[in-house]
């Protein structure tokens, strides 16, 4: 039986849970949250699933560690699992754009002697664009589409009155370092394709708010020594969140269930 402990149990962390529960190899054991919050998830939950504020207040210790709880939970509580040995999966990929915290992330799992595994998320095609940079990569290019309203809370709402959009408008272009600081909460692809290409700053972003679509449409174009590819993908938003891509929580489960098979791709 594998042991996950879980950071955060938002919109991404409960379905997750949701998919997980008829699993017999493997379980969530641990949910870590704010304080304030403990008593209320807790509610929600299985008896059998501790809740806490974090890892040294656990009662046992996990053999693995997802974040699903947003950019401060890195730092919060990755970072200390790196250290003490423990691997992690993150979600959050583009709060590793913050200046030196992905050296700091690789540097804890060195320490601890262990891995951090960054997700692929909502988007496709990280194993054929990690693969291209090391036979020669020389552009990619990402576009990311969604309904006005999923831009709400961000600063494209205090440039354009999203509701009243008609046409679609470019709300952003630039890196993705600067894509994934601007919108961190929409912006996670393109930091993982930063990552796992040309790296934050080379690769580049262009964001969009598109009264036409009722999904979120990822677009990359990426052309080097090793060929050329270009891949469209048009995820439905997770129903309680509608900045997430509901394929952000098939990721997460993906990667829990290959840490518990045998046989896996």
């Given at each position: 039986m594998l042991k996950i402990a879980m950071a955060g149990c938002g919109a991404i962390g409960t379905a997750a849970l949701e998919l997980l529960a008829p699993r017999q190899d493997l379980a969530v054991t641990t949910i870590l949250v704010p304080a304030a919050?403990?008593?209320?998830?807790?509610?929600?939950?299985?008896?059998?699933?501790?809740?806490?504020?974090?890892?040294?207040?656990?009662?046992?210790?996990?053999?693995?560690?997802?974040?699903?709880?947003?950019?401060?939970?890195?730092v919060?509580?990755?970072?200390?699992?790196?250290?003490?040995?423990?691997?992690?999966?993150?979600?959050?990929?583009?709060?590793?754009?913050?200046?030196?915290?992905?050296?700091?992330?690789?540097?804890?799992?060195?320490?601890?002697?262990?891995?951090?595994q960054l997700l692929s998320g909502a988007i496709g095609a990280i194993d054929a664009l990690a693969a291209a940079r090391h036979g020669g990569l020389d552009k990619v290019v990402y576009s990311g589409r969604k309904p006005p309203l999923a831009w709400q809370d961000t600063p494209a709402a205090a440039q354009w009155d999203l509701a009243s959009l008609r046409e679609p408008t470019v709300i952003f272009e630039g890196s993705a370092r600067e894509a994934a600081s601007a919108y961190p909460k929409n912006a996670n692809v393109a930091a993982t394709l930063a990552l796992a290409g040309l790296g934050l700053d080379d690769t580049r972003v262009r964001l969009w708010a598109d009264p036409g679509i009722d999904e979120n449409v990822h677009h990359v174009h990426a052309a080097g020594a090793f060929g050329e590819f270009e891949l469209t993908m048009r995820g439905k938003p997770l129903a309680a969140n509608p900045k997430t891509s509901s394929l952000t929580v098939y990721s997460v489960v993906r990667a829990l269930c290959n840490r518990a098979e045998a046989l896996v791709i």
């Open positions: 919050q403990i008593e209320e998830v807790r509610s929600r939950l299985p008896e059998r699933i501790e809740v806490c504020a974090s890892l040294a207040d656990a009662g046992a210790r996990p053999d693995l560690l997802v974040e699903c709880a947003g950019h401060g939970a890195i919060e509580h990755v970072l200390p699992a790196l250290r003490a040995g423990i691997p992690c999966v993150l979600a959050s990929v583009g709060a590793l754009s913050a200046p030196g915290l992905a050296a700091e992330v690789e540097a804890a799992a060195r320490a601890g002697g262990t891995q951090a």
